[in-house]
T-cell receptor
Framework: AQTVTQSQPEMSVQEAETVTLSCTYD???????LFWYKQPPSRQMILVIR??????QNATENRFSVNFQKAAKSFSLKISDSQLGDTAMYFC??????????FGTGTRLKVLA | DTGVSQDPRHKITKRGQNVTFRCDPI?????LYWYRQTLGQGPEFLTY????????KSRLLSDRFSAERPKGSFSTLEIQRTEQGDSAMYLC????????????FGSGTRLTVV
């Protein structure tokens, strides 16, 4: 069975600074995909970034990047130049590519002005 | 592309009543998913449709829950004889083909059972 663990319930960062959110996972699948989703207060969840496990290169989307350590089963999200609009719950998720996602419990990020 | 729409946004009901939620996916998406999110937890998978066929139901989906997707378009999730433990955010998502490209989520329906 797949599991996803986010050990940081809450974090805060000063505007314009860099913050890293942690995620570890466990899976017996050889091929799987990892995601970070952002859920702003009272708004829908949106995809931030995705990583294909068979690709060694870390994914990057503008100010968002991941540090994917396959052997350690670690998948952290780095947010550079943090903005007030980054304040949200962040969920790490995994899927073996069929249909079902397994989500972590989330990290509440607050960006301070 | 107007995104995934869910209705209603909020629902307060008395214990024992039946409730029904609606989800309108992105029109080109053939796959539709329902998840439940309780306070302090990540979303948990409930059920999945490919076109009009319901292909999997989680053990979380007791016999009081039923979901349909007639004609492979919108979907409804009905909860009969609601219990306080059913209070949660019910999220709908859709995708085209395999899920590894990512879902598009709706804003959710928040259910409160009193």
């Amino acid at each position: 069975a797949q599991t996803v663990t986010q050990s940081q319930p809450e974090m805060s960062v000063q505007e314009a600074e860099t913050v890293t959110l942690s995620c570890t996972y466990d899976t017996s699948e050889n091929n799987y995909y990892l995601f970070w989703y952002k859920q702003p207060p009272s708004r829908q969840m949106i995809l931030v970034i995705r990583q294909e496990a068979y690709k060694q290169q870390n994914a990057t989307e503008n100010r968002f990047s991941v540090n994917f350590q396959k052997a350690a089963k670690s998948f952290s999200l780095k947010i550079s130049d943090s903005q007030l609009g980054d304040t949200a719950m962040y969920f790490c998720a995994s899927t073996s590519g069929t249909y079902k996602y397994i989500f972590g419990t989330g990290t509440r990020l607050k960006v301070l002005a | 592309d107007t995104g995934v729409s869910q209705d209603p946004r909020h629902k307060i009901t008395k214990r024992g009543q039946n409730v029904t939620f609606r989800c309108d996916p992105i029109s080109e998406h053939n796959r539709l998913y329902w998840y439940r999110q309780t306070l302090g937890q990540g979303p948990e998978f409930l059920t999945y449709f490919q076109n009009e066929a319901q292909l999997e139901k989680s053990r979380l989906l007791s016999d009081r829950f039923s979901a349909e997707r007639p004609k492979g378009s919108f979907s409804t999730l009905e909860i009969q004889r609601t219990e306080q433990g059913d209070s949660a955010m019910y999220l709908c998502a859709s995708s085209w083909g395999q899920s590894f490209y990512g879902y598009t989520f709706g804003s959710g329906t928040r259910l409160t059972v009193v």
